[in-house]
Each structure stands twice: as C-alpha cells, then as structure tokens.
C-alpha cells in the first residue's frame, strides 16, 4: 500500500498520519509532545508535534513498548504553524528534513541542524519570521532557494565544524 499523507489542522500545529507504520506520542525533554512514525525496524519520523512551547531539543531516540528507535527524519510539514517554539536543536541522527518541515514557525528564533542533514529542502523554513540565527551542519551540501524565503529577520548563518 502506497503510503498516504493526510493532514489536519489542529490549533497551531499540524497532524500528520500516515496509511501503514504505528504513530506513537512522546514528551520531548522540555515538555513538549512529539508524534511519531515507525519507519524501520529501530527507526522512526518526527510527524507533528503537539503542545510545544520554547525550546525544543529533539531527542535522538525514543523508546516505545520497551524498543528504542532512532529520529531519523522530520516529515512534510511536521511543524507547520507552530507557533510558540522559539528555538529548535535538531540531533546528529536526523538524516532528512522534508519540504516545508517547519514552515511558518512565527516565534522561531533560532536552529541548530545536526551533522547528518545533507539536504535543505523547499520551504523547510520558509515563513519563520523571527528567524535570526542558524548553525547549520557540515553535512549540507545543497540548500534551495526558498528554504528560508520570508525569514527578514536571519542574520546569522554558520557552518558547524
């Protein structure tokens, strides 16, 4: 079965399902609710958030029904329209970050982006409009033109060693 992206919005955040793989819920480590995708036997997607506010560090890992999984991805739109997160650290594990992951995050002040991230797609953080500061991780090689469109705020951009 193809997979299947329903979305919905809820409040501030958007909800992301998809048609096969379990979604479970976790407390990120500040107090923030991140849902989760299983996409592998020890891997998962970060498919929405809820309830989230300030600082959010994204774990590495979760554990679920006594398995631990790596975050290895954040899905289309997982954060859209979150409003109240003011900085976000994305861990080494996560490899990709689709299209428009965090798009339109007004209280969004500050990214860190893990190593493992190659790629920084259309509109990933596009519409963050307190955006002023990212680090981006020595692994990017390619960033597309809209992935910050509209952030009028971003005035400093490094590369972390």
């Known amino acids: 079965m193809k997979k299947l992206l ?3 919005a809820l409040g501030f955040c958007s909800l992301v399902a998809w048609a096969d793989g379990e979604t479970f819920t976790v407390e990120a480590p500040a107090g923030q609710f991140l849902n989760y995708q299983i996409t592998g036997s020890n891997s998962v997607s970060i498919v929405s958030v809820s309830q989230a506010s300030g600082d959010l560090e994204i774990p590495s890992t979760v554990t679920h029904n006594g398995v631990t999984y790596t975050v290895k991805r954040i899905v289309y739109n ?5 409003d109240n997160i003011t900085s976000i650290t994305i861990p080494n594990t996560v490899t990709k970050l689709d299209e428009g992951a965090f798009e339109r ?5 500050s990214i860190i982006i893990g190593n493992s991230v190659d790629s ?8 963050c409009t307190a955006l002023t500061s990212i680090v981006i991780g020595s692994s990017v090689s390619y960033i597309d033109e809209t992935a910050f469109g509209s952030c009028d705020t971003l005035a400093n951009i490094s590369v972390a060693s």
């Open 105 to 109: 995050c007004p209280d969004l002040a």
């Open 78 to 82: 997982a954060f859209y329209l979150c």
């Open 120 to 127: 920084i797609k259309r509109y990933t953080f596009y519409g």
């Open 6 to 8: 329903l979305l919905f």
